[in-house]
């Protein structure tokens, strides 16, 4: 029976990874792009100075909503920065070669004007009840946004991402820590997962908002002592720095010639692999995003920067982080994949210290995607059922936490790069048809900040002229 479901899911998954699919993820973050006039390559520092530089200046937040913006994007870096950032990068280059690398940047690039889209549409059509709960995401800016009609869509969208949580924010997560720990550690995978049960438990009965101040503190701190540890390696590597970079170009259009326990890859793995793993890190287009995006008190296309550089940090910097150190390193003529390859890497570039910083980013890394996405899960089969699943779905979540620290590793990653592109597909389409709102949005945002800039400037002149 077991065999017959992973047959099942392998062709399934051969269908949802097809070439349709991939023309249409990366056809939308292209098409979004040039409906934004590229803005994510126009507008970066812009977006900096709107997003991460705000938070050194004392700011007012008058918008109704249950977290600040920070938290919101913490919460939801929260759910993209966990082991795809270590074990999916790793399993990506292991099986499609350095040149995947190179198609995890192409989708990062145009995936930036997705996730900007994502969290400004989670935002503009959210439902704030009467007692302060905010609700938002795919489903509510695919009926609110496109109309009753295609409700049947947000509720299908709604049942997918419920059912995807259990794969890319559950048992991928709890799999790969109890293998870190059994490693790194000799805990057995059972402990591991009844260990991980109660901490999950523990927060996430309490709400978005508990979620949001962990996510707030843990997600910022591990990502910078991991990239520090990262750039330590290749600064003590620097020499081997453009030998990968050619590696990974290369690789993207020629096949990857075996090397040691390394098998080849070809560019259609490069490209199918890069794509796969790009989406499962950053998660530009599944949507998920928009549902924490959506708790934010802020203004629509505000958010939205936040999301732009969620999908930056995520793939660009973390990700590319984690392959320079595998290439440089040479590991991977190990034939070794997942975490277990980052982790020989890490410590071979830092003996006697590589090895921990891994261990404690996979552990806290996946603790923390693991919150947000049983908050994803719970809202989208509330949005699909109704108020009452909220706490039978928490109690489920929690038990396959188990279940994914127990199993096996390959037949849950292909079981959840399946849910992910079945629960992508809706969002892109409302994506696409909702691409002339996002424009007015960016129009309309822009304007406000020129008025705003103009009536500082006045008011700063009038203050140094002084009474007459």
């Known amino acids: 029976m077991l065999q017959t479901l992973i047959d099942f899911n392998n062709w ?69 920065i966990g082991v795809g950032n270590i074990a999916g990068v790793a399993t990506a280059i292991a099986l499609g070669g350095p040149g995947a690398v190179f198609w995890m940047w192409m989708v990062a690039l145009v995936g930036m004007a997705t996730k900007l889209a994502e969290a400004t549409l989670g935002l503009k059509y959210r439902r704030v009840e009467d007692d302060g709960r905010v609700s938002g995401g795919v489903f509510y800016y695919i009926e609110n946004g496109l109309g009753k009609r295609w409700k049947w869509l947000a509720v299908l969208y709604a049942i997918l991402a419920g059912l995807a949580a259990f794969g890319i924010g559950n048992m991928v997560q709890a799999n790969t820590m109890a293998h870190a720990m059994e490693t790194g550690l000799g805990i057995p995978n059972w402990a591991t997962g009844i260990g991980v049960m109660l901490l999950v438990g523990a927060v996430t009965l309490g709400g978005i908002k508990r979620i949001a101040v962990t996510a707030e503190r843990i997600v910022p701190t591990m990502a910078l ?48 692999y890069g794509i796969a793993r790009g989406i499962f890190s950053n998660e530009a287009g599944l949507g998920s995003a928009s549902i924490v995006h ?22 660009l910097v973390i990700c590319t982080m984690t392959a320079l150190v595998i290439l440089v390193t040479g590991v991977i003529q190990t034939g070794q994949t997942g975490a277990e390859l980052t982790t020989s890497a890490f410590s071979l570039g830092l003996p006697g210290l590589g090895g921990w910083v891994v261990l404690c980013a996979i552990v806290l890394f996946s603790y923390t995607t693991m919150l947000t996405w049983n908050f994803y899960g719970e809202k989208s089969w509330e949005y699909a059922f109704g108020k009452r699943v909220i ?11 188990y279940l994914g620290a127990i199993g096996g590793l390959t037949t849950i990653w292909d079981i959840s790069d399946t849910l992910n592109g079945l629960m992508a597909a809706p969002n892109l389409i409302a994506l696409l048809l909702l691409a002339g709102v996002l424009a007015k949005e960016k129009v309309q945002y822009l304007k406000e900040q020129k008025e705003e800039m103009r009536k500082e400037k006045e008011n700063g002149q009038d203050e140094k002229e002084g009474p007459g």
């Not at 802020?298 to 999908?311: R, S, Y």
Request: charged share 10%; proline share 5%; no cysteine.
């Open 12 to 80: 399934l998954n051969g269908v949802v990874w097809g070439p349709p699919f991939m023309i249409l993820l990366v056809g939308t973050g292209l098409y979004l792009t040039f409906r934004l006039g590229f803005f994510q390559f126009t507008h970066l520092r812009f977006a900096w100075q709107r997003t991460f530089a705000t938070l050194f200046r004392k700011k007012s937040a008058q918008d109704k909503g249950a977290i600040t913006p920070f938290q919101a994007v913490s919460s939801a870096m929260a759910a993209t």
């Open 225 to 272: 002592i991991y990239v520090i540890g990262a750039v330590g390696i290749l600064i003590s590597y620097y020499d081997q720095i453009p030998g990968a970079f050619a590696q990974i170009i290369s690789g993207a259009f020629t096949p990857a010639s075996a090397i040691g326990g390394f098998a080849g890859a070809t560019v259609a793995g490069a490209i199918r």
């Open 294 to 315: 959506a708790q934010a008190r802020n203004k629509p296309f505000a958010q939205g920067l936040w999301g732009m550089w969620e999908v930056f940090i995520d793939t």
């Open 391 to 401: 706490l039978p779905y928490r109690i489920i979540f929690i038990g396959f936490l």
